[in-house]
């Protein structure tokens, strides 16, 4: 990699005198204009804060330069600002269009982009209070969505298919063992770069290079001069901003985040001595806060200062808690540089996690979701609410079985005594999920599953997975989803993993899917097929005139169909619910080293699309012959349909017209069971044990 100058890029300009309004806010009601998950990381209302109060930034000319991004920030940023619909599952395509043109920019412009993506919770897990909140408020968002409120919510595999665009637009990228802030910071010293984010801590961290808000990084706005193509930016200006509250030092700035209460501390801690301090109007805490800090030389002192105003009792905790949160702040030791140009991540925590080595730097590559270090390490996990109907069971609990067998995998090899809640028998370690029950966020503890050889206890070792021959390997990911290799053998490679997925789905989903469901999924992912081919010249040159005439078909379809903004909430957890069978499926083939290919996320499911098709069908059964025109197109959607059926019973789409009094009864029965567990058919691996035995919950 060419070396850049680290300065080449930055123009100060000066001070400006407008204030940087964000785009992004942090608001927790339904019908927020801004992505809220983003703007909620780091101290709560400090970006408000810093922007109303003065002008701390300076004019920046982006280019020539290297540029540390904090990943979670940018895809949450990009999604929102590409993205028209937020109730239907998302649409994956123009969200990586998006991704695909920003790094383009940013390419033309000279800058060598580096991502830096959080990985799981860390072994401390400080933040559970936070995510917990975090989780709640994405209920509520979800909810008011599925109501018809306005509202944001990130789809399920947005971050899926983030990564995806990164490797096929070539950017590096690294994901952290855990939170990314300090691997963020450290790294962007190092080299003397900016910091591209959304969150407020990067006001406080100490940044040789400074913090640049994604909020006002306008790279759809490129401009030329003589010397070269820029991105107009700005940078804020920590000297100004600590100038404006007298003698203030920034070595204090992170006792102010932390009394001001971030991600790992409750502002409540410190309520009692802020009353005393807050000034009178907006941002008064705040504003009387900076002014008190102002009267000490270091952090310490005023460390001191905030202990002897508190109680005896709560001294020693407090001053704990202020330890390790400003520790919080101070640039972390793993030197991602060396990630990026020798491929090693090397993290004392991660090391002493006990992982193999592979498995960790499969991590570092992105090649594992931060679910696997979560569930090793702190058995324990969070299932993102989608806006599906909150009446029903998560739409998560479809994909149960495909989780059992994932945790199987993970914790088999675990050596330590765990303390966690396990099922009855006691046999088999239990992972705690964090999940919707109802409307309300809850824990359910989940056996493992007991896993067949050569992966059970005297198997192959976490260690060996690697090892495990690949036919074994795919036996088990097609076994979890009760699929043969041989009925799929007539399915495109890449399309092979989610045509399994969806003849699990078909089984498993509950209420069951109809047919309308499985055409409109099978559509939607010929229409992605479609777009595959009429966008890569090498594939456009078979039979392009089919081609070219089913997709102005399909183009004209969607521009006379898609106007309609009906939403079908029961066809939404439906589908909600082959999101999450998906998901699972991609990450128990990533644990195997991928058995399956894994298909492209921006061809393969757009939200809008598969809604507009399950409505069509219902009325106008022949939008089935929509790539009528393209006898390629309408053999490959014939071949996916006959796999799916083939794979259930010959009745299974026939509706019952009796209904026997004694099965009446047993759903009665039944009825307040499946409002909080899982109702998953039994004809899948596994069956020969009552899936739901090591399910409890708690509040």
């Known amino acids: 990699m060419r070396p850049l100058s680290p300065n080449a890029q930055l123009s100060p300009r000066g001070p400006s005198g407008a204030v940087v309004k964000a785009t992004l806010r942090m608001r927790a009601e339904p019908g927020r204009s801004a992505a809220s998950a983003a703007a909620a990381m780091g101290v709560p209302g400090l970006t408000g804060f810093v922007e109303e109060c003065g002008a701390f930034f300076a004019e920046l000319r982006v280019r020539d330069t290297k540029l540390v991004i904090d990943g979670s920030s940018l895809y949450y940023h990009l999604f929102f600002a590409s993205a028209a619909d937020f109730r239907r599952g998302g649409d994956y395509g123009p969200f990586a269009a998006a991704v695909d043109e920003f790094f383009a920019v940013l390419r033309s412009c000279g800058v060598a982009a580096f991502v830096v993506l959080d990985g799981g919770r860390g072994a401390a897990d400080r933040k559970l209070g936070t995510l917990r909140e975090r989780a709640a408020e994405r209920l509520c968002r ?90 107009p930016a700005r940078r804020f200006q920590a000297e100004s901003f600590c100038g404006r509250f007298g003698q203030l030092r920034r070595s204090v700035l992170p006792l102010f985040a932390v009394m001001s209460g971030n991600d790992y501390v409750d502002v409540t801690e410190f309520e009692g001595f802020l009353g005393k301090v807050r000034l009178p109007g907006r941002h008064g805490r705040a504003r009387g806060l900076l002014g008190w800090l102002a009267g000490f030389a270091g952090p310490e002192e005023a460390a001191d200062a905030v202990l002897k105003r508190l109680g005896g009792r709560r001294r020693d905790a407090v001053r704990e808690l202020l330890r390790a949160a400003l520790e919080d702040y101070a640039p972390s030791h793993v030197n991602l540089e060396e990630f990026f140009l020798e491929g090693r991540y090397r993290c004392e925590e991660a090391e002493a996690s006990g992982l193999p080595s592979w498995l960790l730097g499969a991590l570092a590559r992105g090649e594992l ?83 067949p050889a050569p992966f059970g206890e005297d198997g192959f070792s976490l260690a060996k997975l690697v090892e495990v021959p690949v036919s074994h390997r795919q036996l088990l990911l097609l076994e979890t989803l009760g699929v043969k290799m041989s009925l799929l053998e007539s399915v495109p490679a890449h399309l092979q993993l989610p045509v399994a997925v969806t003849c699990y789905w078909t089984r498993c989903s509950e209420p069951k899917v109809n047919l309308h469901h499985l055409k409109a999924l099978l559509l939607m992912i010929v229409s992605g097929e479609l777009h595959r081919i009429t966008d890569d010249p090498e594939l456009t040159v078979l039979h392009p005139e089919d081609n070219s005439i089913a997709y102005n078909e399909f183009l004209k379809w969607k521009e006379e169909k898609l106007q309609n903004k009906d939403f079908d909430l029961d066809a939404a957890h439906g589908f909600c619910q082959w999101q999450c069978c998906l998901e699972m499926g991609l990450y128990l083939n990533q644990l195997l080293c991928s058995p399956l290919a894994e298909p492209d996320l921006a061809r393969l499911y757009s939200g809008t699309v598969v809604h507009g098709l399950y409505r069509d069908l219902k009325s106008t059964p022949s939008v089935e012959n929509v790539f009528s025109s393209s006898p390629k197109l309408t053999e490959l959607y014939q071949v996916l349909l006959n796999v799916v059926m083939s794979a259930v019973s010959p009745d299974f789409f026939q509706k019952k017209t009796e209904v026997k009094s004694e099965s009446r009864k047993k759903k009665k029965a039944s009825k307040k069971t499946k409002a909080v567990r899982c109702a998953v058919s039994e004809t899948q691996y596994l069956c020969d044990v009552n899936r739901f035995a090591s399910l409890s919950m708690d509040d």
């Open 142 to 231: 979800a909810h008011g969505l599925s109501r018809g409120e306005g509202g944001r919510v990130l789809p399920l595999l947005a971050r899926h298919a983030f990564v995806q665009a990164l490797r096929r637009a070539a950017v590096p990228f690294v994901q952290c063992w855990a939170e990314a802030d300090r691997e963020v910071a450290a790294l962007a010293n190092r080299w003397g770069c900016p910091v591209l984010s959304l969150d407020s801590d990067f006001f406080i961290f100490e940044l040789a290079g400074g913090y640049c808000p994604l909020s006002a990084f306008r790279w759809r706005d490129v401009r030329a001069e003589r010397s070269g193509r820029y991105i």
């Open 369 to 451: 979701a931060p679910l696997v270090a979560n569930v090793v390490t702190l058995r324990s996990t969070f299932l993102h609410v989608q806006v599906e109907d909150m009446r029903r069971p998560s739409a998560h609990c479809a994909a149960l079985p495909i989780r059992r067998v994932l945790y199987g995998l993970l914790l088999r090899a675990a050596t330590r005594a765990d303390a966690q809640p396990q099922s009855q028998s006691g046999a088999l370690p239990a992972v705690c999920e964090f999940d919707r029950v109802q409307k309300s966020v809850k824990k359910t503890f989940v056996q493992a599953a007991s896993l």
